[in-house]
């Protein structure tokens, strides 16, 4: 029976892509192919909502430009001339050149780099038990979550929080620093839901008018990087008038006196100079809060990715503990449910291949897993972690960067973009040039980063082959199986790690398991069943009991209290090593002036926001998601606009320290003066000039663990 004669009928699966929302989806599959895509109803968190992108997800899954056979360079780097190859003599050229890289520089030249394309575990981490076989550099995520997630626990002391459906029975809902309605639609749901059927209110603190603050009953509109100087004005006013909780702090906080003298002079009107928010609105908002006993604080990952960053995290996460609001449902904060799955990744990456440096430094999955590495004499040291954001730095030789070790001569790429995504663009573009190194990258599409590829390798889409997930913005574990087969010679990550493994002598009981396998393994080593039971369930909700969600007995301290006061050289996020200026960390809640300041050189402040139907630089090859963004555009202010004699369309230069864009002008009076606003990460050769928004970007790591500053820039703005 050939595909096209298959019958219709309905799978379910997941959402691969990197958004919280993990939406459990029903598709349309009918002669082997994928059609419609729907939210299922069935799942509490998607509630049968998805976002357009990925409802019409058919547009990319068949796209004419796909992958479908491995090429080879043929041309100079980055020209894009390939010429097509077997996977056999692929593979042998990939293992052939990783060998003779470890040969001669040691086996930490080579560095398998991947990141959330996908964020299925097995396809998505399945890198690292490579990784971890051959002693290669091991990746140190950065480039999105360490600011926020650091902050949270800097105060909580776990990544967890109420159960988010809970946004639905909030009497206030305020929605921080994140744009929902383009980049996790589902938070949206459960809000509207409780503005219907509770009448409450919807609060959107953000640096422009995004489409969420278009919904908003109180808009609060404020400066880039001075989200916790807001926070800080909040808790003055709820201390000033008496709307604090202070039977709550006693059990709950380390040290309420401390805060509340902390915050004596940081009043609406020390905000207001700071936010540009006015401080009659800050007024408004903190009595808002404090009189809403149900205030469900959504706070986004956007507000984190300044300098100050993990500070503007920990002061929000503050006013809660202020209100006491963590005690009701429907109240508390919210960023993120990642400790809630406790995964044994033993098998998915190898874990158990490690052996622990003489600096006591492990693998960071295991550290985050809680799981105890088991060390043999006779397998390869683990290799030193290098920076993902800093890869610029590390590919044009930075001592710093390199973690005092060798060169990077060998990589391969799966499920990310660098050279559209990762900051310091013109270093990185630079590194990727460099003609002794070889690169390898297993892609869906020829991205920028593939045509600068030596070996290009085509990849599977998520129905094309099983794997499991979890969500980041709910508390489901769902599956994602395999539902139709890949076009031509498409191969998934697993498949091509393990052709690799076999030809380079890693060993390790993974690579000869199917996906299968190992899905049922890693759910039964942690506990969730086995994969005859997620199959007939699709997804399962591992929500925790309302008091351990909402800490009612005790945050994750040996004390159970909030720090208030955070000790930021010890917050329980597994690094290498502390990074960026943590030093100079603010000992309390407070604006921390590390931001990049507009200053006479470079007098705006630029936010590179997310695009509703682009999501990082995936579906940029959709028609339809580029016929609706158009192109690239920076947002600006009337009056500034005028001021630089611009109009509507015209080509603006934008410049900062580290490089130069040419935007399209967009007059929008929804920012702040001095606030420009370019949304989505296109494609370089998208812009007039060939140079993308991360040209403007930098990588220098953002305190205390890392991480990119990626609406943190500073930046002059002239004619093009």
């Not at 409780?194 to 400066?223: C, F, H, N, W």
């Not at 201390?239 to 915050?263: K, M, S, T, V």
């Not at 006779?378 to 290098?386: A, D, M, T, V, Y």
């Not at 630029?606 to 555009?633: D, G, H, Q, Y």
Request: hydrophobic letters at 40%.
């Amino acid at each position: 029976m050939n595909q096209h004669s298959l019958p219709s009928h309905t799978g379910y699966s997941a959402c691969p892509h990197d958004c919280p929302s993990t939406c459990a989806l029903e598709i349309d599959i009918s002669g082997g192919r994928i059609g419609r895509v729907r939210g299922s109803r069935d799942n509490s968190y998607t509630a049968g909502v998805i976002c357009a992108k990925v409802a019409r997800y058919s547009e990319r899954a068949h796209h004419p430009g796909r992958l479908t056979q491995p090429l080879r360079r043929i041309g100079a780097k980055g020209e894009g001339r390939f010429a097509p190859i077997g996977w056999d003599e692929a593979l042998d050229e990939i293992a052939d050149r990783f060998d003779r890289a470890a040969r001669m520089h040691g086996p930490e030249t080579v560095w398998p780099y991947y990141y959330a394309g996908t964020m299925g575990l097995v396809m998505r981490d399945g890198i690292n038990r490579l990784t971890h076989a051959m002693g290669y550099s091991r990746f140190f995520s950065t480039i999105c979550v360490n600011p926020a997630w650091s902050g949270f626990m800097a105060g909580t002391g776990r990544l967890a929080g109420p159960d988010p459906r809970e946004i639905a029975k909030a009497d206030l809902v305020v929605i921080w620093g994140t744009n929902p309605v383009a980049t996790q639609v589902n938070v949206m749901t459960h809000a509207i839901r409780a503005r219907k059927e509770r009448g409450a209110k919807i609060a959107v603190v953000d640096v422009y008018r995004s489409p969420t603050m278009e919904q908003a009953d109180i808009p609060v509109l404020i400066r880039p990087g001075t989200d916790a100087a807001l926070a800080c004005a909040i808790m003055h006013v709820l201390f000033r008038d008496n709307l604090a909780d202070r039977a709550y702090l006693a059990d709950f906080a380390d040290d309420p006196a401390g805060l509340e003298a902390h915050l004596q002079d940081r009043t609406p009107q020390w905000a207001e100079a700071i936010t540009g928010l006015p401080a009659a609105e800050i007024e408004a908002f903190a009595h808002a809060i404090g009189r809403t006993a149900k205030t469900f604080i959504r706070a986004g990952y956007g507000f984190t990715r300044s300098r100050n960053g993990a500070v503007a995290m920990h002061a929000v996460t503050c006013i809660p503990t202020v209100t006491g609001a963590w005690q009701h449902e429907g109240g508390g904060a919210f960023h993120t449910n990642s400790a809630i799955y406790r995964w044994n990744k033993t098998l998915i990456e190898g874990l158990d291949l490690l052996t622990p440096r003489s600096d006591g430094v492990t693998s960071q999955a295991s550290e985050v897993n809680g799981q105890a590495d088991v060390a043999s004499e006779s397998r390869p040291r683990p290799g030193r972690q290098l920076d993902q954001s800093r890869i610029g730095a590390i590919l044009t030789g930075d001592a710093e960067a390199l973690a005092g070790g060798p060169p990077v001569t060998a990589m391969l790429i799966q499920n990310t973009n660098p050279v559209s995504v990762a900051p310091d663009q013109a270093r990185v573009r630079a590194g990727f040039a460099r003609e002794d190194l070889f690169l390898a990258v297993h892609e869906q599409f020829m991205t920028e980063t593939a045509a600068m590829a030596d070996i290009v390798l085509p990849a599977t889409m998520f129905t094309e082959h099983d794997d499991l997930y979890q969500g980041g913005g709910n508390q489901y574990v769902i599956l994602g199986p395999k539902l139709v087969e890949p076009p031509g010679e498409c191969r998934s990550n697993h498949e091509v790690i393990g052709a690799l493994a076999g030809r380079l002598g890693a060993e390790h009981r993974g690579f000869a398991m199917n996906p299968r396998e190992i899905i049922d393994w890693t759910l039964q080593a942690t506990g969730r069943g086995t994969l005859e039971e997620l199959e007939d369930k699709r997804f399962l909700d591992v929500q925790p009991d309302f008091a351990t969600a909402h800490y009612l007995k005790g945050f994750n301290w040996p004390d159970g209290k909030f720090r208030l006061k955070p000790n930021w050289a010890k917050v329980p996020y597994a690094a290498p090593a502390k990074m960026g200026p943590y030093t100079q960390m603010p000992e309390w809640p407070d604006h921390w002036a590390v931001i990049e300041e507009a200053n006479e050189a470079y007098p705006f402040r630029l936010v590179t926001s997310p695009a509703r139907t682009f999501l990082n630089s995936t579906f940029t090859e959709t028609p339809s998601s580029v016929a609706r963004e158009k192109r690239p555009e920076l947002m600006i202010h009337p009056e500034d606009a005028a001021a630089l004699g611009l109009a509507t369309g015209d080509l603006a230069r934008v410049t900062s320290a580290r490089g130069e864009v040419l935007l399209h002008v967009q007059i929008f009076d929804g920012l702040r003066r001095g606030v420009v606003v370019a949304e989505s990460i296109w494609p370089n050769r998208a812009h007039a000039g060939g140079q993308g928004i991360n040209s403007l970007t930098g990588a220098d790591p953002v305190a205390p663990v890392g991480g990119a500053a990626f609406h943190d820039n500073r930046v002059r703005i002239a004619r093009g």
